[in-house]
């Protein structure tokens, strides 16, 4: 006859005994490994990197597939409504309102049957829809160079600035305060004096001040790590401070550049969309989300979607930045349970 042992374990609720077999399954995972597994089990942040994985691949492909160009002028077909086809969804149909009563605003316009705009038009006869792609595809250009600026120079910076220490990192810490006191609009405003207004001033001004917070963070993190036993143990064997910093210190500081990164991204897309609002960032008649939205916003009281739309989509990309973030912050965080 078999025998039976009975342990304690054997009365565990079968959710309690699972959360204990994936615990000891992680015990074989890198640190890297078990972040990406808290990130999966996110699913706000892993809707939201979808979203902008979608927002990207659309934005890329709108370079060759197109509906119309987006700075072209149909003045005869001005401020009509979105339409897709002859399909009766609520809200694409073509309707608007004229002298309090509901008409089909592209019969009154003459437009042809096959001829029409999915988010309908702007008071210069302009595609929405257009405009509003390209308007994505200006915001992640921004947010790749913001990017950009923060792993080169914010991370070097730090990284020389916490390493050397003494004096070396008094004079840099010194610099970023004088670039910290200056605000980024009057950073903007001075590089229209200098450059035209556009893509270029807006790039300068981020690259000279984005990368500040990203340099204390990095910087903060440094003055940690050289002091443990593996760094002191490889300047002991001789190893140069280029390599101690490629194998030892930034793959311990990879958590605080990810998440500091993915929090730079959406306050560089506002400020982009802040700059172009107000009539200072990119000119027309290139299209920006900024622009479409002071555009939308002069008819907004009774052409609501020609604001409505850029809102969305500029709404919908900072927050899934922002949730992305906060999942990574999360997923990285060593005290974190999932």
């Given at each position: 006859?078999?025998?039976?042992?009975?342990?304690?374990?054997?009365?565990?609720?079968?959710?309690?005994?699972?959360?204990?077999?994936?615990?000891?399954g992680t015990?074989?995972?890198?640190?890297?490994?078990?972040?990406?597994?808290?990130?999966?089990h996110?699913?706000?942040?892993?809707?939201?990197?979808?979203?902008?994985?979608a927002?990207?691949?659309?934005s890329?492909?709108?370079?060759?597939?197109?509906?119309?160009?987006?700075?072209?002028?149909?003045?005869?077909?001005?401020?009509?409504?979105?339409?897709?086809?002859?399909?009766?969804?609520?809200g694409?149909?073509?309707y608007?309102?004229?002298?309090g009563?509901?008409v089909?605003?592209?019969?009154q316009?003459?437009?042809?049957n096959?001829?029409?705009?999915?988010?309908?038009?702007?008071?210069?006869?302009?595609?929405?829809?257009?405009?509003?792609?390209?308007?994505?595809?200006?915001?992640?250009?921004?947010?790749?160079?913001?990017?950009l600026?923060?792993?080169?120079?914010?991370?070097?910076?730090?990284?020389v600035?916490?390493?050397?220490?003494?004096?070396?990192?008094?004079?840099?810490?010194?610099?970023?305060?004088i670039?910290?006191?200056?605000?980024?609009?009057?950073?903007?405003?001075?590089?229209?004096?200098v450059?035209?207004?556009?893509?270029?001033?807006?790039?300068i001004?981020?690259?000279?001040?984005?990368w500040v917070?990203?340099?204390r963070l990095?910087?903060?993190?440094?003055?940690?790590?050289?002091?443990?036993?593996?760094?002191?143990?490889?300047?002991t064997?001789?190893?140069?401070?280029?390599?101690?910093?490629m194998?030892?210190?930034?793959p311990?500081?990879?958590?605080?550049?990810?998440?500091?990164t993915?929090?730079?991204?959406?306050?560089?897309?506002?400020?982009?969309a802040?700059l172009?609002?107000?009539?200072?960032?990119i000119?027309?008649p290139?299209?920006?989300?900024?622009?479409?939205?002071s555009?939308?916003?002069?008819?907004?009281?009774?052409?609501?979607?020609?604001?409505v739309?850029?809102?969305?989509?500029?709404?919908?990309?900072?927050?899934?930045?922002?949730?992305?973030?906060?999942?990574l912050?999360?997923?990285?965080?060593?005290?974190?349970?999932?």
């Amino acid at each position: 006859m078999a025998d039976y042992k009975i342990t304690a374990d054997s009365f565990k609720p079968a959710h309690i005994a699972k959360e204990q077999q994936e615990k000891l399954g992680t015990d074989n995972m890198t640190f890297m490994q078990d972040a990406m597994r808290r990130l999966r089990h996110n699913k706000m942040a892993m809707i939201s990197l979808w979203i902008i994985i979608a927002f990207i691949v659309i934005s890329l492909l709108s370079f060759f597939f197109s509906p119309s160009n987006p700075n072209t002028q149909h003045l005869k077909w001005n401020n009509l409504p979105p339409k897709i086809a002859n399909w009766s969804i609520p809200g694409f149909r073509g309707y608007g309102v004229s002298a309090g009563a509901k008409v089909n605003v592209y019969a009154q316009n003459n437009v042809p049957n096959n001829v029409w705009f999915v988010l309908g038009t702007d008071s210069l006869g302009r595609d929405i829809f257009s405009r509003i792609l390209v308007g994505t595809r200006v915001s992640l250009f921004i947010a790749f160079m913001a990017t950009l600026f923060d792993l080169t120079i914010g991370v070097v910076y730090g990284l020389v600035s916490g390493w050397k220490g003494g004096m070396v990192d008094t004079v840099l810490q010194r610099i970023i305060e004088i670039i910290s006191s200056i605000p980024n609009l009057v950073v903007a405003i001075l590089m229209l004096l200098v450059f035209k207004p556009g893509l270029t001033s807006i790039i300068i001004a981020i690259g000279f001040t984005g990368w500040v917070t990203m340099a204390r963070l990095v910087r903060a993190q440094t003055l940690q790590i050289k002091d443990q036993e593996y760094v002191l143990a490889a300047r002991t064997l001789g190893e140069s401070s280029v390599k101690i910093a490629m194998k030892h210190l930034i793959p311990n500081l990879s958590s605080t550049i990810i998440i500091q990164t993915m929090f730079t991204i959406p306050t560089a897309i506002f400020f982009e969309a802040f700059l172009s609002y107000i009539g200072i960032g990119i000119p027309s008649p290139t299209a920006s989300l900024g622009t479409l939205l002071s555009d939308g916003q002069k008819n907004f009281r009774f052409l609501p979607y020609q604001m409505v739309y850029p809102a969305i989509v500029i709404s919908v990309l900072m927050i899934s930045f922002n949730l992305l973030a906060d999942g990574l912050r999360d997923a990285f965080d060593p005290r974190t349970t999932r």
